[in-house]
């Protein structure tokens, strides 16, 4: 199984970025899939979260009403839209899927894509 992230950069406050996360060596709409980030000095934390067929999703508070999770799974990718950025989003940022579907709720998940960074200037 791999997850690869993509879509990570420099923005400035306010603005919007989407990141993508195509997955290969698993039946993708089996899994749940989410998103985590981790700022440096910081430990990793939630961000969002998206069932398998993609018709329940949830958000960490600090990014509800801006960032909008979603999945094709035909395309075996799960994306993340962030719009109005903020420096205190500056982070790497994780895609992370699970087969186990108690993973959305207990946000622990078995597979981990390597990263992307985003950098919200100010």
């Known amino acids: 199984v791999q997850l690869q992230a993509s879509g990570g950069g420099l923005v400035q406050a306010g603005g919007s970025l989407r990141l993508s996360c195509v997955a290969s060596g698993l039946t993708f709409s089996n899994y749940v899939a989410g998103w985590f980030r981790q700022s440096p000095g910081q430990e990793r934390e939630f961000v969002a979260a998206?069932?398998?067929?993609?018709?329940?999703?949830n958000y960490a508070d600090s990014v509800k009403g801006r960032f909008t999770i979603s999945r094709v799974n035909a395309k075996k990718t799960v994306y993340l839209q962030m719009n109005s950025l903020k420096p205190e989003d500056t982070a790497v940022y994780y895609c992370a899927a699970d087969l186990d579907g108690r993973a959305y709720s207990t946000r622990e998940y078995g597979y981990w894509g390597q990263g992307t960074l985003v950098t919200v200037s100010s």
């Open positions: 998206i069932m398998w067929s993609g018709g329940n999703t």
